[in-house]
Each structure stands twice: as structure tokens, then as C-alpha cells.
């Protein structure tokens, strides 16, 4: 008769221990939902770079190709102005 309470009680011990590892241990499901979050934010950061990568590149093909990106960058980022024109500045109020 003692047999059964010995098994009750191990099986009890082993499903307390896998439900202390399923809630607070190594690979818990609070640490599994983190790790999505991270995979989440990590997916949406990757498109965002994604993104500015093609602008990039469309900006880079755009200077490869043409004079007119070029002349505009060079009139409104550095203040150049062409032979023969007058630049005029008006002063702010």
C-alpha cells in the first residue's frame, strides 16, 4: 500500500518542476512572448533600413546619370550659382 502514495507524490514533484520550468524557467513563456516582441521590432527596423537603402540607391543612380541632380545639389546645398546669373538675397524680417 505504500507504493501508490510514493508514486502520487513523485509525480506530483516532477509536474510541480515542469510547470516552474513552463512559467519562470529557461525558456518560459514570458521569455518566449519577449522574443517575439525582439523579433518583431527587429523585422520592422530591418524594413526601415530596407527602405532608406532604396532611396539611397535611386539617389545614387540619379547623381550617376545626370548633370541636373548634380547642379541642383550644388545650387540649393552649397548656394552655387552659374556663370552669368546674379544671385539675389533678400533679407529676412
Same mark, same amino acid.
Given at each position: ?7 502520487? =507524490?513523485?509525480?506530483? =514533484?516532477?509536474? +510541480?518542476? @515542469?510547470?516552474?520550468? =513552463?512559467?519562470?524557467?529557461? +525558456?518560459?513563456?514570458? /521569455?518566449?512572448?519577449? =522574443?517575439?516582441? /525582439? ?5 520592422? !527596423? ?9 532611396? @539611397?540607391?535611386?539617389?545614387?543612380? *540619379? ?8 547642379? !541642383?545639389?550644388?545650387?540649393?546645398? @552649397?548656394?552655387?550659382?552659374? *556663370? +552669368? ?9
Amino acid at each position: 500500500m505504500r507504493s501508490p502514495y510514493w508514486l502520487f =507524490l513523485v509525480l506530483l =514533484l516532477l509536474l +510541480g518542476g @515542469l510547470q516552474y520550468r =513552463l512559467w519562470v524557467g529557461n +525558456g518560459s513563456l514570458a /521569455q518566449v512572448t519577449e =522574443l517575439k516582441q /525582439q523579433i518583431a521590432d527587429q523585422h520592422a !527596423e530591418n524594413e526601415r533600413l530596407l527602405e532608406r537603402n532604396r532611396v @539611397l540607391d535611386a539617389e545614387v543612380l *540619379e547623381l550617376k546619370k545626370g548633370m541636373e541632380t548634380v547642379e !541642383e545639389r550644388a545650387r540649393h546645398e @552649397l548656394g552655387m550659382v552659374k *556663370e +552669368g546669373e546674379t544671385l539675389f538675397q533678400l533679407p529676412q524680417k
